[in-house]
């Protein structure tokens, strides 16, 4: 198993900027591939927000956050970063990392969630 714990939420006010932090961790030996950022309004779905790839060398994004969000990682800490920019009241909800990944107990890449942190922007 690969737990991914986040952190960096809170409570910010429009126009503001919030980092947040995911953390791989596991009790076996693994291996991540693409690391996602998902996040999920009140009463609504969970969306996309931004990926990146193992490597890092390649992201995408929404396109309501392109220009305000970057998410990047840091492989030798096993962590993904979503800096978040020119904040707005839409952008108000609980932010849950993904990682895709490999564990060498079952050798299965499968995909992993973190618990969520919510973010909420006041006007």
């Known amino acids: 198993q690969v737990q991914l714990v986040e952190s960096g939420g809170g409570l910010v006010q429009a126009g503001g900027s919030l980092r947040l932090s995911c953390e791989a961790s596991?009790?076996?030996?693994?291996?991540?591939?693409?690391m996602s950022w998902y996040r999920q309004p009140p009463g609504n779905q969970r969306d996309l927000v931004a990926t990146?790839?193992?490597?890092?060398?390649?992201?995408t994004y929404a396109d309501s956050v392109k220009g305000r969000f970057t998410i990047s990682r840091d492989n030798a800490k096993n962590t993904v970063y979503l800096q978040m920019n020119s904040l707005k009241d839409e952008d108000t909800a609980v932010y849950y990392c993904?990682?895709?990944?490999?564990?060498?107990?079952?050798?299965?890449?499968?995909?992993?969630w973190g618990q969520g942190t919510q973010v909420t922007v006041s006007s």
């Open positions: 993904n990682a895709y990944a490999v564990t060498s107990a079952t050798y299965s890449w499968k995909n992993y």
């Open positions: 596991g009790s076996t030996t693994f291996s991540i591939g693409t």
């Open positions: 990146i790839t193992a490597t890092g060398g390649s992201t």
